[in-house]
């Protein structure tokens, strides 16, 4: 792992001249042609490749009309791109064909990019599937490697994309290579008038990190296999390669476990994976290049383990599971014999039904509670000369560290399980940050970075986007960074349902994609956005429900009437960000809805990023009337959508909750309608009298209800700060 | 299942004896609080029901903005339905219990019900699960049954729902009537200013007929488990009892076969249902009171088989998976001994797995090809006094029925299976028709009627309401009707995907589950059509994405374009109904894309209705300048239309085809606009030369495009007569 995870840019080489060799007549041929090279494109081949995102910059918010320019809307952004003249026409007439050693995999993958294909484009396409074997020579699309490809960290994803104006080619070092080279294709496809085409192009694209994983937490509301499928689905098309499953919770186990059977059939409500579903969604996974590893989050974090098993725990029971959330007290006893012969017998059979290399066993948010008072705990603690609860837990994590060994496994866990004495090959999730990640790297160990990476807490996508696990300015060694092996997105499940995980997972979640496959310096968060709003599009046709859950939502919530005026509102409100959704007065449990306002509503909308540029390129230029329009009509839209919305809110019971939101988004949109008159007037003055109670009722406005926030109102506040005169 | 199936009311009846003496104490406190019967309650306790019907009729489309009325929502409508004084409120405090023996099946049914009722509502109850031995006298919800119920032809689904302002009671004879009347429940809830209640009412009802069946044909196009488990909620919802599972076609083999593994090994492109799949799906459907029926088509249909094993085909192999579709020749060998040594050991294994009492074999369109080029199967038949291809089969038939019978099963199949001398408790499947039921009804055969309920044809839905299995002039006696055990909407699976199907079977499918439920007076189509809207969006909590699917698919189509100038278009546009989309100079196959503007568009859409409607009621008052208003306000939408959507189809190729459609929903709108011209002018007239004009012009606008056709033209056609003076 180490030389692999390290050396990426040698070992990419390698890949090239192998392949360069193989695929030389290709090559050959489409030299002879003597392929131009754009001005453009030359500039952009050396690092940094800031150029290429300034150029690749959205101009369309510029004007209330978006204006379409040629861009590649390529997401996560190659290492390298050259674009060349030509243009690969799509017809009928198109095939695929395959060369490699067990082409199973990579057919499958081309099957399934013929059917997206066909299915974007409407063309029928004589093939339907690419059997190894298919005739080379005619195949508008050629897939060749060299090897399979392993599901393991290090493995060499980097692949060659090369489009001519009859030909295309994928070359990858291994079939896993193929299935990115695959999705790069996907995104490349265009449109003029003449049809559907791909522009000629030649591509050589690697990871940046070769851990880039999406933590699942199916333990607090189950997700069902189709959920998941769907979300590998997303993450294969992004690039992404690690599905980390958090399998058990306080409030649920989740796989069949045959050896004790008491956890999921007293610990899941009925909800869980069987073995065949684990390795359907192995499968699944495997197929588009990920990794599947399970986390069983012990010793804390543990109460549906104990439903079924009370006497490995370090109180007395009985046990129910869990509904509420939050750090609770059961834990398992770390000192009694049973508990090791129990998890003994328990990872021998995860061990097997999970092939990764990988176990992740959390270890977080132990509070000791349970230790503390167990006299028997701490008679053991004193004997042994074990001084605190994380020391416990440290002697704890060393005897299961030694099943998982037994059973070929490398341990991973969250930062709490950092302890001095570890073997050098578990990996450390750092959920603290930057700094318990560098602490780990310098001292050899591997870790990823999770914290930033807390999609369930709603913030800004480029929040996520600008957060380096090796940030430029990192004070790391190169040898030191070499130990960061990439990071996570961590879907935690308190407020999450099967019809809103999508839309809380993505697209947020490609840019953070993005961050770790693509060079560090690629981060023009404009661009981002741009090209994040057409692979949003694209994860749509995965099954992804996303964007129409959130419209299926706006239909319940307003009984079938109208939803537009509900989506107004909807568009520039978003949930309460980081834990304050719990701290509203209503205490959240398993069972709780979340189908209201709050969960319809995404992080992050679009109305509101747009409406920001829109306020910030207006008053950059006050006198541009048409800018001035622009504002106007949304403000003038916002003013006006409380009358219609509180007509339906009327009989909506469910809807009354967000009354006063719609309430203070008239008044906020009235205050930015009298700031811009102020702005635009030559005569009338503002006035500090008048500033004082905009100011007054925009802080009000800005208050949350319904568990949601306006998101518009700094924008509005800069409108009245520009009329303070 | 005969005695049971014919004397329902007698069982019915029973139930209430039984209930009300367990029930006693709760409905002697509601008499004495001395319930008031309302008046129109009163006239509709008898049948015919009609006078119900008449009094939900919905006024809305009356006036452009739809006017609402209390009204219930229920589909389908309840046997007897009596409305009371008094509202039930629906707060954080609400509970359910049940009581009856081997409560699981009921219990998992409530916690459903508790999960559909919060997510609606977005109340926060503090109650998730309902276990047995909960507080029934706290409870506002009880649940009360006296048997757990059999999956079974005739099984008792009656129920009695009693909605007091203080409490709600659902009273079954079984386990399974407490399910039908838990979806009544739910279709109940209703809002007014201080929030959501129900109804006070005491609804008894129980089904029509015992058969009500949903066929998914999951072998042209494989649908993935979780397609069948939200369509078996849906299901589930409208009191539909048989999924008939079409598991085999010429184009797929569909399950897993552990006596013969290349049956899905071959046969399936790797798109099969494992065994586990199976059972997980039988779990499913059973909680929801729905039995599963499988379907193994043969001798014909059977190419997919053949892959796998030539030898048993009654021409040479090798063969491959069929990708067209339509009538094909392979069939089975029914001369040679190893094709029921095959049989036999195949349905031994499939048997098992599958518990409901009836096998499904199909036995339809065998075209005998291969049976009369083969000279030994013609030897055979000489030798055996076998006079035809049509005797083979019912000696093939008949070999089969043995086997079945072996395994405990009945056989069941489609109208060519019906010959003399089968045994009298197989069910014939009637594509053919009312004669063909009925012939077989006569001859004591039990039959279910599909014709008239092929959803796949993209008929309107009251072609397939209006479809009774036994319409009120029946010819057949009381005797002969105990034969016609109900019916099965059939979703064939030529032109259906992951994405479509479900805007294939719904809404449509709850009109015929209704019609095959509830009393055969229930039948006013405007009434339907009322209440349909609202069962629709309830259909969508349950996962179904008949209605969101369409939105992706429009944002597909314009590449992330505003989708609002393409759904006007397809808001007024149909596949092409029966059998016309393969008409078209396309051959569809397997791979065929299902992505288009066609298969975005619904049957029977409700702007189609609605136009319709509003142009006879113009039609009917002339002078009524509102409803001039109204239509002319459509018309101009539509005719200007196609100038904003031509701007998207040059951007997106794939909406090439539909650009004659736009064009021609202009010119027709063009047409309604100058015929609403002439009829409301006082000096205008239209003359001969103008009408000839028009007309053509809306015989051009009505041909198909894009396997697409305009479904307003006949309404404008209505105008462009009125006009004619």
Redesign the interface.
Known sequence: MNKQGVDKKACFFNTLRVLDSQAAPFFAAKRHRGWVRRTPAKRLRGRPRRALCFLLLSLSILSCAAT?ELKLNLMPFPAEVEQKDGKFRLTEAFTAAVKGPLPDRVS?AAARM??RL????????????VPSGGDWDSAGLGLIYEKPGRLKVGEDESYILKVAANRIIILGKTGTGILRGLETFLQLLS?D?A??FFPAVLIKDRPRFTWRGLLIDAGRHFL???VIKRNLDGMGAVKMNVMHWHLSEDQGFRVECKSFPKLHKLGS??FYY?H??VK?VIAYAADRGIRVMPEFDIPGHSTSWLVGYPELAAAPGPYKIE?GWGVKDPTFDPTRKATYKFFKKFFAEMSALFPDEYMHIGGDENNGKQWNANPKIQAFMKKNNIPGSHALQAYFNKKILKILQKYGKKMVGWDEIFQPGLPKDIVIQSWRGQKALREAARKGYFTMLSNGYYIDLCQPTDFHYLNDPIPADSPLTAHEKKYILGGEATMWGELIS?ETVDSRVWPRTAAIAERLWSPGSIKDVDDMYRRL??IS?QL??L?L?H???R??ML??LT??LDTGPLKVLVDVSEPLKIYNRHRQG?VY????????VVDAAVPDPKTVREFRRRVELFLRDKSDKKKEKCLRKQLVTWRDNHRELKKII?????LK?IEGLSGALSRAAAVGLEALDFIVSAEKKSGPAWIKVQKEILKKAALPRGHAELMIIPAIGKLVKAANR
Chains 1, 2 share one sequence.
């Open positions: 379409e499958r013929l059917h066909s299915g974007r484009t409407g063309i029928f396409f004589s093939q339907g599937t449109t008038e049809g559907y069902p296999v189709e409500d009925g069987t065949e579903q359907e509904r099967v709003e057409k599009l749509e046709e099954g429900q964007i129409v859950n419209e299926m239909r319940r009984g079938g209503v449990t398993q069972y709780s809805p979340l189908t209201r009327d009989s909506s019971p469910v909750e």
